[in-house]
């Protein structure tokens, strides 16, 4: 059986990365995937046909999810292409890491932009679409630096704590009309954005999980799939850590 069967599933930034392995991960489970990333290059049109692969359909849109208006029309147009959105990702995100006396305003106001306001276009822009329907599964990647905070990352922790609060308000505000929403905060995982620290740096990292391993794309899409599919439907309002045990 597969968990997602039937379902229609809008991933943000998902050309690379978590994202990435989010989308095949539904994609094996049966569910339709709508993928964003600023640019559709190569890279991502490889990804659509992977996806297709697996008897799903897929289509990649060329979208900036931290614009209000964008947003908007991106929705209009999965909803036109899918018929509907069962469940909404909020996944594009970027770093600008600095000690706070070396970080510029712009440096803030980006991250702050593409990392949180674009959960509030994307989920402003879905709703209505999931309470007309009366069901759906928002899931919003934070981090546990969201939880713990980080030194070097004042602008980054700020987005991802402000995340949790926006996903535990909206599930108070949802909840009765059958929509869920959840939070995963990744810990240490290998991606693209890791690949740029030390050895030493990476080594400080293991030291404080437990598990002594990094995780991988896998790890979160596979709690992603839970929280998507029917197995969580008595879960809402709540943030998943998937660190090896690093923040607990």
């Not at 980006?110 to 928002?138: C, D, E, P, W, Y």
Request: aromatic share 6%.
């Amino acid at each position: 059986m597969k968990l997602l069967e039937n379902k229609k599933a809008l991933i943000t930034g998902a050309a690379r990365g978590i994202g990435k392995a989010i989308a095949i991960a539904y994609a094996k489970n049966g569910a339709d995937v709508a993928l964003t990333d600023l640019k559709i290059d190569d890279q991502a049109q490889a990804l659509v046909e992977e996806l297709r692969g697996y008897g799903v359909q897929a289509k990649a849109y060329a979208s900036d999810a931290s614009n209000f208006a964008a947003c908007e029309e991106l929705v209009k147009e999965v909803l036109n292409d899918f018929g509907k959105i069962d469940i909404l990702v909020n996944n594009a995100g970027i770093t600008r890491d600095k000690l706070l006396m070396r970080m510029g305003e712009d440096d803030w106001d980006l991250v702050l932009k593409v990392n949180l306001k674009s959960v509030f276009n994307m989920t402003k822009a879905i709703h209505r679409s999931m309470l007309s329907q009366r069901s759906g599964a928002i899931i919003n990647m934070s981090s546990v630096v969201g939880l713990s905070g980080n030194a070097g990352q004042s602008n980054y922790s700020a987005s991802k704590a402000g995340l949790i609060g926006f996903t535990k308000s909206t599930a108070k505000e949802f909840g009765a009309r059958g929509i869920r929403c959840n939070a995963i905060a990744p810990g240490f995982i290998e991606t693209a954005m890791t690949d740029q620290l030390s050895e030493q740096e990476k080594n400080e990292w293991l030291k404080n999980i437990p598990l002594r391993r990094a995780g991988t794309a896998d790890d979160v899409a596979d709690i992603s799939v839970f929280l998507a599919s029917d197995l969580s439907g008595y879960v809402t309002g709540q943030v998943i850590s998937v660190d090896g045990g690093m923040h607990m």
